[in-house]
């Protein structure tokens, strides 16, 4: 994404810093897709493919001034591409379930007054209740 006014400065440590005190909230900082077109974008997805009705937990590591000033959104959509479900989480960790009509996926960081970010990384891991 790009944002006027931002600085972003790539860490030797494969982290990310971003600093702009002005974007306002609900500004898409980032975002992450689970199924692109490569013949239109020349990108591959960035985002695994998750099983229909399985439970799953999402943990961001970053580090964000204020503490509260990022939220991350994870939205479903169907085969044609309408969305199905939203959900905008606070916390760095949360589980959700894939709906069993979803087709694909897309993961963003949203803006919620913060001021820098230092992002690290982020991962989505299956959960088994057996």
Known sequence: MYI?????TYHSDSHVSIYN???PSGTKIQGWVSHTNY?????????????????YQLIMKFDCQPK???YTSITFF???GDVIEEKIEKHKSFTF????????????????GFESL?????SIEEINRD
Not at 4 to 8: A, R, S
Not at 105 to 112: G, R
Not at 118 to 122: G, L, M, Q, R, T
């Open 21 to 23: 005190p002005l974007v």
């Open 39 to 55: 013949q239109a974008a020349r990108k591959q997805p960035s985002l695994p493919l998750l099983k229909r009705k399985q439970e």
């Open 97 to 112: 379930t894939y709906p069993e009509d979803a087709h694909t996926y897309q993961v963003h960081l949203l803006s919620a």
């Open 68 to 70: 509260k000033g990022v």
């Open 4 to 8: 006027y006014g931002t600085k972003v």
């Open 78 to 80: 169907d085969r044609y």
């Open 118 to 122: 230092d992002f690290y990384s982020f």
